[in-house]
Nanobody
Framework: VQLQASGGGLVQAGGSLRLSCEAS???????????VGWFRQAPGKEREFVAG????????SYADSVKGRFIMSTDASKKSVYLQMNRLNPEDSAVYYC????????????????????WGQGTLVTVSS
């Protein structure tokens, strides 16, 4: 499984960005067998969970810091995952990574880095004040 993230850039505080992550190396039906997540890593900080979707329930979960501002979605037909980021602030500046996991239980949203087996290369988001 390969993941390709895109959509990062420079935006002013209060603005919006939409990140995309396209999966390759697997079929459409296989894509639906993976839980997916977004993480971010700011300079000097550990990689942290941002948003994720469970493999079976397709339910979404968000970090408290982005709840109400970020919206995660998926399009299985395109084998893609999206992260709509609204009302951005400088604290949101980081490299954003998409990730996929095949681990179970399948109704959980996994929030630890170690739970994910596949990672995209990251896309940089910079929010200016």
């Amino acid at each position: 499984v390969q993941l390709q993230a895109s959509g990062g850039g420079l935006v002013q505080a209060g603005g919006s960005l939409r990140l995309s992550c396209e999966a390759s190396g697997l079929t459409f039906s296989a894509f639906r067998d993976y839980g997916v997540g977004w993480f971010r890593q700011a300079p000097g900080k550990e990689r942290e969970f941002v948003a994720g979707m469970s493999r079976s329930t397709r339910a979404y979960s968000y970090a408290d810091s982005v709840k109400g501002r970020f919206i995660m979605s998926t399009d299985a037909s395109k084998k893609s995952v999206y992260l709509q980021m609204n009302r951005l602030n400088p604290e949101d500046s980081a490299v954003y990574y998409c990730a996929a996991t095949a681990r179970g239980p399948y109704d959980s949203v996994y929030k630890r880095v170690v739970d994910y087996q596949y990672w995209g290369q990251g896309t940089l988001v910079t929010v200016s004040s």
